[in-house]
């Protein structure tokens, strides 16, 4: 994280470099320029530029040699306009945000246009019933095994435990006492 003094002169080095660019630089190679950030080292020693341009390659090839060659020119100035005790090295990088966002819109468009052909395509039918909701139970129902889940006739008490615990499970067999 930059400190606010790091980020304050940071924008100062963008007015400065985009006013000179605009008003100072009369060379042809330039294209037409935008300086979109400017990124500083904490110690101040090096400045990082990002920009871009406007039309394809030449503008952008002959735009580079440009501020390669104004390179001096404009850390003259920064250096006069700042009045700080160290002036940053320049260095100046195509800024490739705006092609990636580009891009990053192109297919969104395509996604959201194969979104409406498949909604276009599947009608107003459900896949499920017309109405996917529960509805809440009403108290009149015709649910009397509703609580017992274990498939034994059984009259309440415990699922899975016989409502007789002590009948033998052959019948057949008379209780003559102890053996």
């Known amino acids: 994280m930059t400190s606010p003094r790091v980020r304050k002169i940071a924008d100062r080095i963008q007015v400065i470099v985009a006013e000179m660019l605009e008003r100072r630089i009369k060379d042809p190679r330039l294209g037409f320029v935008t300086i979109t950030d400017v990124r500083l080292t904490g110690d101040g020693q090096q400045a990082s530029i990002f920009y871009t341009v406007l039309g394809g390659e030449e503008e952008m090839a002959g735009t580079a040699v440009a501020l390669e060659s104004a390179k001096g020119i404009l850390r003259s100035e920064v250096a006069k306009q700042l009045g700080t005790r160290i002036v940053p090295t320049l260095s100046f990088f195509h800024d490739a945000l705006p092609d990636e966002a580009r891009a990053l819109e192109e297919v969104l468009a395509r996604a959201k ?10 009608g107003s039918a459900y896949a499920g019933e017309e109405d996917p909701y529960k509805k809440p139970r009403v108290i009149g129902e015709d649910d009397e095994d509703e609580g017992d889940d274990d498939g034994d006739d059984d009259e309440g008490g415990e699922p899975g435990v016989d409502a007789e615990p002590d009948a033998a499970p052959d019948d057949t067999a008379e209780d003559d006492g102890p053996r």
Do not use: G, K, T
């Open 113 to 122: 246009a194969l979104d409406e052909a498949v909604a276009a395509a599947r």
